[in-house]
């Protein structure tokens, strides 16, 4: 089924570790984006990507990079866990002024202890 | 700056009744709004997305109104089911980036 893929689902890392969290689409979107979601609060966008070779900090990017590797592909990483990056990470995509919405990968489940 | 409020943040009903819920926006310079549904430890579903050029959407049992006027959009869910129970998200498209309510926890009783 066509959408959005984001792998792994489940993650724990140690205070310090880092890991890259993957996300992959095949609708063809021009733009990709990265949010986490904290108990309690709405998504909040940590990068963006409105196009392949663009990458731009959303509303909490300290402590995260991105890479747009191609079209399809959109990567979050942490090179330095810290406890407050536990969360629930969603990746999405979307084609900018298309009549339908954004759709969103099932999200990956990040523990730092 | 953007910013979505929803209310209420939980609603419990019995199930068979229509309910209404809310959310507002301080900022009416939106190009769309769009509703989402999210399962307990699930990713988010697309519900509906109404153009700021519109004034509502349907999708069965769901109606979608928008009044940018006023910044405000409900959901308005007919005969509800347990199997509505999830909690609700709004989100505002404001320079093609969404800005997010903190949802609200729906529980439909049989």
């Known amino acids: 089924n066509a959408g959005v893929t984001q792998t792994p689902k489940f993650q724990v890392l140690k205070t310090g570790q880092s890991m890259t969290l993957q996300c992959a689409q095949d609708?063809?979107?021009?733009?990709m984006y990265w949010y986490r979601q904290d108990p309690g609060m709405g998504l909040r966008l940590i990068y963006y990507?409105?196009?392949?070779?663009?990458?731009d900090k959303g509303e909490v990017p300290n402590g995260y990079n991105v890479s747009r590797l191609n079209k399809r592909e959109f990567s979050l990483r942490l090179e330095s866990a810290a406890p407050s990056q536990t969360s629930v990470y969603f990746c999405?995509?979307?084609?900018?002024?298309?009549?339908?919405?954004?759709?969103f990968g099932s999200g990956t489940r990040l523990t730092v202890v | 700056k953007q910013e979505v409020t929803q209310i209420p943040a939980a609603l419990s009903v019995p199930e068979g009744e229509n309910l209404v819920l809310n959310c507002s926006f301080t900022d009416s310079a939106i190009y769309n709004l769009q509703w989402f549904r999210q399962d307990p430890g699930k990713g988010l579903t697309s519900l509906l997305l109404?153009?700021?050029s519109q004034r509502e959407q349907t999708s069965g049992r769901l109606n979608a109104s928008l009044d940018k006027s006023s910044g405000r959009s409900t959901l308005y869910i007919a005969a509800s089911q347990p199997g509505d129970s999830a909690t609700y998200l709004c989100a505002a498209d404001s320079n093609y980036q969404l800005i997010w309510g903190a949802g609200t926890k729906l529980i439909i009783k049989p």
């Open positions: 609708m063809n979107h021009n733009s």
């Open positions: 109404i153009q700021s």
């Open positions: 990507s409105a196009s392949e070779g663009t990458t």
């Open positions: 999405a995509s979307s084609e900018p002024g298309a009549a339908y919405g954004y759709t």
